[in-house]
């Protein structure tokens, strides 16, 4: 079974701090992807990145960065929280784009 | 706008009964997927049909897919309580690598 897991899965910050997500699958998939998701909106695609070092921004990139160092870790980070940011934050992966995408059990950030 | 959109937003039924949800997308795709989201939780596929595919089934789950009306469903016979969920329909996002999301339908199956 593909895993996918994220680094927490709540974390409470204070606004102005550097937050870091982190998110590893064990399925060897190329693609990952970062979304944030917000009652009535559903999700929002943030980052995707299609290999190790490559990155493509989403819907939604401001305010945040990600870095793909190696195949099985994709990363959020908060370059300054914002208590706009308090969301749910998603991450998932996909062997071939536009397939399947498995997700992690979501990481519910409070930025307070 | 948004691809891939969910109706209802919200559905309540008995136990037993059947659930349908239907889905809408704006331009053409080579596939269509549904995932559930349980409660705070990530989202799991159910299923994915491919735009030469009218139907497809698993376990209680059919999938309809009318690519000539842009739409889809879901139906989910004899529902149970654990069926309660958030359930989602995504679609390839045109020309680019990813998945678009509607915002959802909340099942809620009474016991």
């Known amino acids: 079974d593909v895993k996918v897991t994220q680094s927490s899965r709540y974390l409470v910050k204070r606004t102005g701090e550097k937050v870091f997500l982190e998110c590893v699958q064990d399925m060897d998939h190329e693609n990952m992807f970062w979304y944030r998701q917000d009652p009535g909106l559903g999700l929002r695609l943030i980052y995707f990145?299609?290999?190790?070092?490559?990155?493509e921004k989403g819907d939604i990139p401001e305010g945040y960065s990600v870095s793909r160092e190696k195949k099985e870790r994709f990363s959020l980070i908060l370059e300054s929280a914002s208590t706009n940011q308090t969301s749910m934050y998603l991450c998932a992966s996909t062997g071939t784009a536009q397939e399947t995408q498995y997700f992690g059990p979501g990481t519910r950030l409070l930025v307070l | 706008s948004q691809q891939g959109e969910e109706d209802p937003q919200a559905l309540s039924i008995q136990e037993g009964e059947n659930a349908t949800m239907n889905c809408s997308y704006k331009?053409?795709?080579?596939?269509l997927q549904w995932y559930r989201q349980n409660s705070g939780r990530g989202l799991v596929h159910l299923i994915l049909?491919?735009?030469?595919?009218r139907e497809k089934h698993s376990g209680r789950l059919r999938v309809t897919l009318d690519t000539s009306k842009k739409s889809s469903s879901l139906l989910i016979t004899a529902s149970r309580a654990a069926d309660t969920a958030s359930y989602f329909c995504?679609?390839?996002?045109?020309?680019?690598?990813?998945?678009?999301f509607g915002a959802g339908t909340r099942l809620t199956v009474k016991p």
């Open positions: 990145s299609y290999d190790v070092k490559m990155k």
């Open positions: 331009t053409s795709i080579n596939n």
């Open positions: 049909i491919r735009s030469n595919e």
């Open positions: 995504a679609t390839p996002r045109y020309n680019n690598n990813d998945m678009r």
